[in-house]
């Protein structure tokens, strides 16, 4: 078929963008599935926390794609880690040993509670293999012959069919049952349904191996887990046996102002995942174990792409430079300075905004339950001022910006959210 065809039969429905913009995403639209709802934007460079649309319209980033930039955008060390091993060896089968696999485990394993890494290409995957080895830990350790895993109402786990299923939120699920056995859910934050659950489910051959929690809920609505919760959990783990799983894949690699989201909770996990920042933008997964549960055997996991030299060694500089530029720091001072100025717009409009909460650089500003006014309508109205924000559910704004992020960066942000709760049109009000 050729171009112009396409661009004939293809149905042109957003406002603005040049000719040429519209004739792209056409084509666009005519050739990639459907499976994301987009802003009409085109974006096309980008530099630290800044990203330029293809008619040169500037945004803050604070999406940082989706709180995977974790230096933001064309940073000098990503440009030579890139350069140099693409130069060197981009790309080895795990039929044999690559360095930077190595040093990258080693890193992540003197950084964290756990004992040995396994790499892989993202967030789903990751968790994919930590559900593989609970439940080869459920039948081999704990003998049990329909081993359970428990997660939570309104979490979220990935887009593959376990962990849709392991994600607690039916919206995700639906058209695509059946879906896996052995998933069972309770509300998040509550011990009671935790104990409560397990007392049900282990009456027999089915019993529950693990417990897969995030520290903070990202996608679902950016709800920091309470420490006294996760050390009751932390407790029935121990005393029953079972396995606790950390999903990482959001608040992981310092963006909660910690290395890793579990260390605001004062517990260590027996098994954590690893995704989103850990490459700053580059694709890559890790899932990281302690040695009591180290149980994979040659040949029973395994991915090909994973912990290729390309990946890893890009990953290990971006390790280095949260350790060696001190940027946790930079994530504490930064958070604390725009869940300030956000707390102060809520109060102005106390109305509208229910709630500013977070920790670290992942933030979420929870909008009035019993108004029409929604997240999305914030972003759109954000994008507008040139502002990139995402919605973590229909009611809370949410704020990832790349850990970089300088003050005057957070000040603008600030403004402009204030600049979009003064203009909201009437009937949002
Ligand atoms: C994004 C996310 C995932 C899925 O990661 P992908 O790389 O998209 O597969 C899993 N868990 C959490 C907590 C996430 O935020």
């Known amino acids: 078929m050729s171009r112009e065809t396409v661009v004939e039969k293809s149905n042109i429905t957003t406002e603005s963008g040049s000719q040429m913009s519209k004739h792209d995403r056409a084509n666009f639209d005519r050739f990639v599935m459907s499976t994301y709802g987009r802003f009409p934007l085109v974006l096309e460079k980008g ?15 604070f999406v940082a794609g989706i709180a995977t930039c974790t230096l933001g955008h064309a940073h000098p060390v990503m440009v030579e880690a890139v350069t140099k091993q693409i130069k060197t060896l981009h790309h080895v089968s795990n039929l044999y040993y690559n360095s930077p696999q190595g040093l990258l485990a080693e890193w992540l394993v003197e950084h964290s509670c756990a004992d040995r890494a396994f790499f892989c290409n993202s967030g789903a995957e990751a968790n994919e293999g930590a559900i593989k080895l609970a439940r080869k830990y459920g039948h081999t350790v704990l003998k049990i012959d329909e081993p359970v895993i428990l997660t939570a109402n309104a979490s979220f786990h990935g887009r593959t069919l376990a962990t849709i299923t392991a994600t607690g939120q039916p919206k995700y699920q639906k058209y695509f049952d059946p879906l896996v056995p052995g998933f069972e859910y309770v509300d998040y934050n509550d011990i009671s349904a935790v104990k409560n659950a397990i007392g049900e489910i282990d009456t027999g051959d089915r ?17 920091p887990g309470e420490k006294e919760y996760f050390q009751e959990i932390r407790q029935i783990c121990d005393d029953i046996g079972i396995l606790l799983i950390m999903d990482e894949v959001q608040v992981g690699i310092g963006r909660t102002g910690k290395l890793w989201g579990y260390e605001n909770l004062g517990i260590e996990p027996d098994i954590f995942t690893s995704a989103k920042g850990l490459g700053g933008g580059i694709p890559i997964g890790a899932m990281l174990c302690k040695s009591k549960c180290d149980i994979f055997q040659p040949g029973e996991h395994a991915s090909t792409f994973g912990g290729n030299p390309f990946a890893c060694a890009v990953a290990l500089a971006v390790c280095q430079t949260l350790e060696q530029e001190n940027i946790l720091e930079n994530v504490q001072q930064r958070g604390e300075q725009l869940r300030a100025g956000l707390t102060e717009i809520a109060e102005e409009y106390s109305d509208k905004i229910t709630e500013v909460r977070g920790w670290g650089l992942i933030n979420g500003m929870e909008l009035n339950a019993e108004i029409p006014l929604t997240s999305a309508d914030i972003v759109k109205a954000a994008m507008a001022e040139g502002l990139l924000l995402v919605p973590a559910g229909p009611k809370v704004v949410r704020f990832v910006p790349p850990l970089i992020v300088t003050a005057p960066e957070i000040d603008s942000a600030i403004q402009i959210v204030r600049q979009v709760m003064a203009d909201l049109p009437a009937e949002k009000q």
């Not at 530099?47 to 980033?61: A, F, H, P, S």
């Open 207 to 223: 019993r529950v191996a693990a417990i897969l929690l995030e520290a903070l809920q990202g996608e679902g609505g950016v709800r």
């Open 47 to 61: 530099e630290g926390c800044r990203v330029w649309d293809n008619e040169g319209r500037e945004y803050l980033d």
